[in-house]
């Protein structure tokens, strides 16, 4: 790689990367107040089995989210087995038989096609009497004048929010954009359910959408807010009495939150948290350095680094097949962990193309780890996020864009 390229770029991102160190700072000081208000001790690492009834540091693990999330309670559990998961356990939860689901930001992540109805299974909310309506976005903003057209006429349960971008070209929802369309959404129907799928956004500003209105929120714990070492689980926070409707979902009616053993899992995710400012800031540098790197070979970025990060993810458009395998499995190849191994397209649980995903991470599947995925489709998009550290991030990025010159055209 060129030297005097790579040292153009560094100048050229230099006061953004500043920002990032702010926005680390701020997190970092939110995480240690929480865990200094609720007295966290090495006592609070103890492992509990069966029922997990009396799991103080589990308890102790909820009121730290919920105060960091700005939430009235959270439910962090590693029974979660992924954040679809989660987000699957909400809308059970909140949801009816015939109650209306409406999706504001068009059609969620592929994952959830099932789970809503949007292809057929016998176990989809549209099989429960469900009803499912979806709202596109409107130059990268919310339609708001079609929602508030559909509200008017149509009584809503819940409303869904996808703050990332999944494997969509929009931009990723800015905190600023969900606190207007909530106020717009209340002033129509104020016991509307408005639930966001905060996941790949957490720590990315100084507000949750909690803070600006939001009524419940889900996120995974193997992306942010797990800092790269949580084994897996995921996290549901916001007003109480909707929470614990989602943990009687997940554990047992007349039990919810009062029960699920942490089998040992406490200290992963309490250090995963403490790292998560750190982590993420990594990401959110990575992210800056790979768009403004690409974009100066010409290749087309979303966000462009000079813009505003709403996620950690960064979409590099390829327009071509052979661009996009050879990115993705140059990641692969300076990943810690099966760096030997080239991933190639393949059909994948939940997804409607073939995807490939380079993902040599300790913990399997977590993006909050240098990692970069797509499916096989125009424009053929890779999808960059994470990195543990920013300095790993770069090494990756840079082996990345060679291989770009020995693409196929």
Do not use: W
Not at 48 to 65: M, P, V, W
Not at 200 to 206: F, H, L
Not at 261 to 267: Q, V
Not at 388 to 403: K, N
């Amino acid at each position: 790689m060129n030297k005097e390229l790579i040292k153009r770029v560094d100048k050229k991102i230099e006061k953004y990367l500043k920002k990032i160190d702010e926005l680390e700072a701020y997190n970092s000081k939110l995480v240690l107040d929480a865990f200094r208000k609720f007295q966290v001790s090495e006592s609070d690492f103890k492992a509990t089995t069966g029922y997990g009834y009396g799991d103080t540091g589990r308890d102790k693990i909820e009121k730290i989210f919920a105060y960091i999330l700005d939430a009235e309670k959270a439910l962090v559990r590693s029974q979660f087995i992924s954040g679809t998961h989660a987000l699957t356990t909400t809308f059970f939860g909140l949801l009816r038989p015939n109650d209306t689901l409406l999706a504001i930001t068009g059609k969620p992540y592929d994952t959830l096609d099932e789970v809503i109805g949007i292809k057929e299974n016998n176990s989809s909310l549209a099989s429960f009497g469900i009803k499912y309506h979806q709202i596109d976005l409107l130059d990268n903003d919310f339609n708001y004048q079609e929602i508030a057209s559909y509200l008017k006429e149509n009584p809503c349960k819940v409303i869904e929010i996808q703050r990332s971008i999944g494997y969509s070209t929009r931009d990723a929802i800015s905190i600023e954009k969900i606190e207007r369309v909530v106020k717009l959404i209340k002033s129509i129907q104020k016991d509307v359910i408005i639930m966001v799928d905060n996941c790949y956004t957490e720590m990315t500003s100084v507000k949750t959408p909690l803070s600006v209105g939001c009524d419940i929120i889900v996120g995974s714990l193997i992306k942010n807010l797990g800092g790269g070492i949580a084994p897996n689980g995921a996290y549901v926070a916001g007003r109480a009495d909707l929470v614990e409707l989602v943990a009687e979902r997940l554990t047992v009616p007349g039990q919810g939150s009062e029960v699920g053993p942490s089998l040992g899992i406490n200290k992963q995710i309490l250090q995963g948290l403490y790292m998560a400012p750190s982590v993420v800031a990594s990401s959110l540098k990575t992210n800056i350095f790979a768009s403004c790197l690409l974009e100066e070979l010409g290749y087309e970025t979303k966000p462009h680094y000079y813009e505003e990060k709403n996620d950690i993810v960064l979409s590099i458009i390829f327009n071509n097949p052979q661009k996009l395998i050879s990115f993705v499995a140059s990641i692969q190849e300076m990943s810690a962990i099966d760096s030997f191994s080239r991933p190639i397209p393949a059909d994948m649980p939940g997804y409607q193309d073939q995807i490939i995903m380079a993902s040599g991470s300790f913990i399997q599947g977590s993006s909050i780890e240098i990692s970069c995925d797509g499916p096989i489709r125009p424009p053929y998009i890779a999808y960059l996020q994470g990195s543990l550290t920013y300095q790993y991030g770069r090494l990756a990025v840079i082996h990345a864009v060679e291989s770009l010159e020995n693409a196929k055209e």
